[in-house]
């Protein structure tokens, strides 16, 4: 069964970047029918998509455009690099693997890791 784990949350100033990374237990983010992605969830609200990579293509949520990049160095990392964080940025920030086609049944999300930004 494919796991995620995030790292990389933390306390931080309005201003300053952080890098989240998403490690699975095997190499699916090399694969091309799975996507990939992350979401936060602010105290209060609903989840809300951040960055998402399907098929090669990247969507990126108005909030967050020109200050996020999603990326990954291989098939087992995904990063969410953060940069002039903002205090509504603070949420917990989750990554999913969600497949297409021959692995549309996996559909997984990570623990969680707490992002705040201070004003």
């Known amino acids: 069964q494919v796991q995620l784990v995030e790292s990389g949350g933390g306390l931080v100033q309005a201003g300053e970047s952080l890098r989240l990374s998403c490690a699975a237990s095997g190499n699916i983010f090399a694969i091309n029918v799975i996507d990939y992605g992350w979401y936060r969830q602010a105290p209060g609200k609903q989840r809300e998509l951040v960055a998402t990579t399907s098929g090669g293509t990247t969507n990126y949520a108005d909030s967050v455009k020109g200050r996020f990049t999603i990326s990954r160095d291989n098939g087992k990392t995904v990063y969410l690099q953060m940069n002039s964080l903002k205090p509504e940025d603070t949420a917990v920030y989750y990554c999913?693997?969600?497949?297409?086609?021959?692995?549309?049944?996996?559909?997984?999300w990570g623990q969680g890791t707490q992002v705040t930004v201070s004003s």
């Open positions: 999913n693997a969600n497949g297409r086609q021959s692995w549309r049944g996996l559909n997984v």
